[in-house]
């Protein structure tokens, strides 16, 4: 089958993951099985052990097994583990219709779409057939959690080095490019970078407060085919002068799609470009550490608290080498 051709897209992480804190969770399970051969039989006893722990639900489940579970969030540890038995029966009674690039349907697909996330960013490295690898900051995000069991299975979890969060994803989206082997994107540019660049020629610029760059502008980032925030600044500037801080949903649509990309994608939904898109953004970038939410929410601006880290970002990561023609392991090492 020949490759689908690259093209521009809005950017958009992960539809599976939308809340960063729970990857170090899925790795403290993950990282159970590092040097292990990824066959089909391990990625469905891996999403089993996922599951053990309430950190994947399929939709079908005992009264029992759902009560394990009540009252704790999704994403996040259960009360109590669930024995073999049970696990055995919501792998039976849940199969998967799904199918990742490589993986076998089901549930290998299944894993494949739940880490899918931790390998982007560089934490883990897996395929069919090889070993399951762990980069040093994937065991970091690995040992943020310590997790002890009970003997009649209650789970106890406690956040041994929390610090460790903030800094491995600072490392992962400092060199996180949109143009990866993972995504096959014609879009260019660090989206941090980008961000934290357009963010500081918006705060120098006398016209405005210094507030950031406000939420119903972060489409336009997120459409943004290239690294020059030179240019994304002047847009959102003239975008200012002409509706000063309360343009249409309509009118951001209208630049995302027919300006920005020309007209030549599918119409997306204003609901997508204007809360889904930038709500999972703003949970990534926030997940840095770098950027803050500012007026109630409707700007992200810098955190000044972290002025160095910033200034060290943009020194060491505004010009970076593409790897866009890289095997996703060559893109995994350079990460």
């Known amino acids: 089958m020949a490759e689908r051709e690259r093209e521009y897209k809005p950017l958009l992480f992960t539809t599976t993951v939308r809340n960063p804190s729970r990857v170090k969770a899925l790795l403290y399970v993950l990282r159970k099985f590092d040097g292990q051969i990824l066959t089909d039989g391990l990625a469905t006893k891996i999403v089993g052990e996922a599951i053990r722990y309430g950190l994947y639900r399929p939709m079908k489940k005992t009264e029992q097994i759902r009560e394990k579970w009540r009252n704790m969030p999704e994403g996040e540890f259960g ?3 669930l024995t073999d038995r ?3 029966y919501m792998i039976s009674h849940n199969p998967q219709k799904h199918k990742e690039a490589g993986f076998d349907w089901g549930y290998p697909s299944r894993f494949a779409t739940i880490f899918d996330f931790a390998k982007e960013l560089g934490l883990v490295y897996f395929w069919p057939n090889e070993p399951i690898f762990f980069s040093e900051i994937g065991k970091m995000m690995s040992e ?3 997790v002890e069991t009970s ?3 209650q789970i106890f979890v406690t956040e041994e080095h929390p610090e460790y969060e903030q800094m491995v994803f600072l490392h992962a989206m400092a060199k996180s ?7 096959k994107v014609l879009n260019d540019n660090i989206p941090l970078v980008l961000l934290l660049q357009t963010i500081k020629k918006l705060n120098a610029d006398p016209d405005f407060n210094g507030c950031g760059i406000a939420r119903h502008e972060l489409p336009l980032l997120i459409f943004w085919k290239d690294n020059d925030a030179e240019a994304l600044y002047q847009r959102i500037k003239a975008l200012r002068r002409e509706y000063r801080y309360s343009p249409s949903d309509e009118v951001i649509v209208d630049i995302c799609v027919e300006e920005i990309m020309e007209g030549k994608l599918k119409k997306f939904k204003p609901k997508s470009i204007m809360d ?3 709500d999972e953004f703003i949970r990534k970038m926030r997940a840095t550490g ?3 939410l500012r007026g109630a929410g409707r700007f992200i601006d810098i955190n ?3 002025d160095a880290k910033v200034e060290y970002v943009l020194e060491h990561y505004s010009s970076y080498t593409s790897y866009a023609a890289a095997t996703e392991r060559e893109y995994f090492d350079y990460g």
């Open 79 to 81: 009360r109590v583990l």
């Open 86 to 88: 049970e696990v055995a």
């Open 144 to 146: 943020v959690y310590s």
């Open 151 to 153: 003997g009649d299975g």
């Open 177 to 183: 490019q949109r143009r990866n082997p993972f995504v």
């Open 276 to 278: 889904e898109y930038p």
């Open 290 to 292: 770098l950027v803050s």
């Open 304 to 306: 000044h608290n972290e």
